[in-house]
């Protein structure tokens, strides 16, 4: 409504402002520091672009993974030896290493033939990296040696090398002894082809260790890769000493070769006889047993048992980890076969007409 048209109504006109009436000074101080603010059309130079942190952040990323991480992954990490490795090694440690007579097998097993003949018997069997004498060389295709535990016969000569560094302690960090029926050594750390299946009882050098991963000598100069999975690592000059429950522990060992197949003087898991699975055992329990089947029975301490009344010794009163040797009925001068006293009243023998490594009750002997 108007103003004059309320005062024809005789009514005066009531101006009505809503909120606060701001203050013309503040309102003038405000006008002029709008005039002064200066507009700009790109961002102030002495501000940080947005930019910067993420391409900051991008630099140090790529720094570490091309920088960074090589350096971490090459670093061999320390791990606990005990005994502690000797810091010298003995005067004339290495005279065998030197002798022009010395050989190691290269393959994961080698067969040993009684003659210089793949079709003669065979004695026994050799694994990957293991120390023989060589004791006759005039054979093209046969070397007869002698090995460690007395042991002596023909082995190929393309399972042989007079390469000894793979057999030298010098410049190792640990001597790698195998405790599963075979290990996988690899030609890379992480990933890489299969150079060769190491078995029970064999001994690598081990020159570097990257996490669980450690580097072992092989033959013919050669280098492969395995976890510590599954093998036992000892200084490289320290013995494997025998532990107070030795009986029990020759028992796991042995038990690891059950059903495994029976072949005539086999040390592996691929084929194994009596004699063969107690010189592994003793391998991975500080014991020197031959895998020659008299000699080891010589080597033996006679155990005293009650007799029955047929005379003939008590095989229920045997300890755990107790040997028993057959003699053959025709021939009281030869063992047929031989057998370990195991839990619960059983034995695990391998016994001649039986094609795999098997466990009876002690009761049931009579019937071999």
Do not use: C
């Not at 102030?44 to 350096?71: D, N, Q």
């Not at 030795?246 to 194994?272: E, K």
């Not at 014991?287 to 008299?294: I, N, V």
């Amino acid at each position: 409504m108007s103003e004059e048209k309320g005062k024809k109504n005789g009514q005066t006109k009531i101006e009505i402002k809503r909120g606060i009436t701001p203050d013309p000074l503040e309102i003038d101080q405000s006008a002029k520091k709008k005039k002064r603010r200066a507009v700009f059309v790109s961002s102030r130079k002495r501000r940080i672009p947005p930019w910067f942190f993420a391409a900051l952040i991008f630099t140090f990323l790529m720094a570490g993974l091309f920088f960074i991480v090589p350096k971490l992954s090459g670093r061999s990490f320390d791990f606990d030896l005990t005994p502690q490795p000797q810091e010298t090694l003995p005067e004339g440690w290495d005279d065998y290493l030197r002798a022009k007579d010395t050989a190691v097998v290269t393959t994961a097993s080698a067969s040993v033939f009684l003659q210089a003949d793949a079709s003669s018997e065979r004695v026994a069997e050799a694994i990957l990296n293991e120390h023989v004498t060589m004791t006759d060389t005039s054979d093209r295709v046969f070397i007869k040696v002698s090995m460690d535990d007395g042991v002596t016969g023909y082995i190929k000569r393309s399972q042989l090398t007079a390469d000894t560094s793979s057999i030298s302690p010098e410049g190792a960090i640990a001597r790698v002894v195998i405790r599963v029926p075979f290990k996988r050594v690899m030609s890379h750390a992480r990933s890489g082809s299969l150079m060769v299946e190491a078995p029970m009882g064999a001994v690598l050098y081990a020159d570097y260790r990257n996490g669980d991963l450690l580097r072992v000598r092989l033959p013919d100069s050669k280098t492969g890769w395995i976890n510590t999975t599954g093998v036992m690592l000892v200084p490289p000059l320290a013995l494997v000493l025998p532990e107070d429950n030795l009986q029990q522990l020759l028992v796991v060992t042995m038990m690891a070769f059950y059903n495994s197949p029976v072949v005539p003087g086999g040390v592996t898991a691929r084929g194994i006889s009596a004699e063969g699975a107690m010189h592994v055992a003793g391998l991975l329990n500080g014991l020197r047993l031959s895998r020659d089947r008299d000699r080891l029975f010589n080597q033996g301490a006679p155990v005293s048992l009650p007799a029955r009344e047929d005379g003939l010794p008590d095989l229920g009163y045997m300890a755990e980890g107790d040997m028993v040797f057959f003699h053959s009925k025709t021939d009281r001068e030869a063992i047929s076969a031989m057998a370990m006293r195991v839990t619960d009243g059983q034995l695990l023998i391998a016994s001649a007409g039986r094609s795999t490594f098997r466990l009876i009750d002690i009761e049931s002997v009579d019937a071999l």
